[in-house]
């Protein structure tokens, strides 16, 4: 005998397509603390291409293997010529953020030596809008 009654019930599906959203927390890069506001929007979108480029892809658990990049590794190889590092660098910073449903596309790169650092600016078409990107990247990725 069973504790609760034997009741059949009808399959519900639910056809209805799920809408992620882009609202997360902020986080203050400089403090290296989450704030307790919310951004949305262009506004994340930014804060996670921040994020892939300069957090090393595989080098935390807490991050899934779609965070970050492989910038490190090309960036810090001594034997390879500044060419090969500027051809690498649009790949490896497209790899890094295509993940994201939300980016459409990565374009539009223009590097630059900077003793030894690169300055790269590129185009990020999201859904929301469409974003200009400039950092520097060397060494400390």
């Known amino acids: 005998m069973a504790l609760s009654p034997e ?4 399959d519900i599906e639910d056809d209805s397509e799920v809408i992620e959203t882009s609202q997360t927390y902020k986080i203050d890069f ?14 994340a979108i930014k804060q996670f291409v921040y994020l892939s480029l ?7 658990s807490v991050y899934s293997h779609d965070i970050g990049n492989e910038l490190q590794d090309v960036l810090a190889d ?4 500044d060419a090969y590092k500027k051809m690498e ?22 590097i630059e030596k900077q003793g030894e650092s690169f300055r ?10 469409t974003l200009e990107i400039e950092e520097v990247l060397g060494e400390d990725v």
């Open 30 to 43: 400089e403090n290296g603390r989450i704030t307790n506001e919310i951004i949305t929007g262009l506004e």
């Open 89 to 110: 660098i649009p790949r490896l910073i497209e790899e890094a953020l295509i993940y994201d449903d939300r980016i459409s596309a990565v374009t539009d790169f223009e």
């Open 7 to 10: 009741i059949e019930f009808e």
């Open 120 to 129: 790269v600016s590129f185009t990020v078409e999201t859904d929301e809008g």
């Open 78 to 81: 001594n034997e390879t010529t």
């Open 54 to 60: 300069h957090t090393e892809r595989y080098a935390y």
